[in-house]
Antibody, heavy 120, light 110 residues
């Protein structure tokens, strides 16, 4: 059973960089066709795809966020990370890390989510 | 990347069937059979209930079924139960090699 756990600051100042890490347990991040994903949910709103990464480092980003994003993977630690630059209050959301079974396929495992608030 | 269009809310009485639509474009739903549906209860992470248009993961009730026609996918919940009251989201693969989610539908059991 794959489990995912987000970690990182819950409060980020405007214009700074939001950094989150997802630790995967119960399976290797380097096996299979899985794409390791970041998805967010603004308070009381719907889900928004941020981006995902294959264990080789191939990344795909939401075009509307792409200029501010970097997703990276550390296979030795079984972790992947999200960096979002130049954040504003509009980036306040619940951030989920998750596993997509393959590129563009369904997301079958989700972390519990971590709330990130952008405020001075 | 525009969200797929879902009705904001759908309601039904216990035992009834309801259908939630998810409308996209030829750049997503219309071009791929990679449509998924998720159920989200308040304060919980989403749960996958349908993948690849009409397949149910192990353990998901047979009361959930999915279909697709053109640029529109649909989720039907038959024999509606109180526990089905939740938010439902569709998602699709896109020509950008990314995922796009629907706007979400709140299902109420009357």
């Amino acid at each position: 059973q794959v489990q995912l756990q987000e970690s990182g600051p819950g409060l980020v100042k405007p214009s700074e960089t939001l950094s989150l890490t997802c630790t995967v347990s119960g399976g290797s991040i380097s096996r299979g066709a899985s794409y390791w994903s970041w998805i967010r949910q603004h308070p009381g709103k719907g889900l928004e795809f941020i981006g995902y990464i294959f264990y080789t480092g191939s990344t795909y980003y939401n075009p509307s966020l792409k200029s501010r994003l970097t997703i990276s993977v550390d296979t030795s630690k079984n972790q992947f990370s999200l960096n979002m630059r130049s954040v504003t209050a509009a980036d306040t959301a619940l951030y989920y890390c998750a596993r997509a079974m393959g590129i563009g396929t369904s997301v079958d495992y989700w972390g519990q989510g971590t709330l990130v608030t952008v405020s001075s | 990347q525009s969200a797929l269009t879902q009705p904001a809310s759908v309601s039904g009485s216990p035992g009834q069937s309801i259908t939630i639509s998810c409308t996209g474009t030829s750049s997503d739903i219309g071009n791929y059979d990679s449509v998924s549906w998720y159920q989200q209860h308040p304060g919980k992470a989403p749960k996958l209930i349908i993948y690849d248009v009409s397949n149910r993961p192990s353990g998901v009730s047979h009361r959930f079924s999915g279909s697709k026609s053109g640029n529109t996918a649909s989720l039907t919940i038959s024999g509606l139960q109180a526990e089905d009251e939740a938010d439902y989201y569709c998602s699709s693969y896109t020509t950008d090699s990314t995922l796009v989610f629907g706007s979400g539908t709140k299902v109420s059991v009357l």
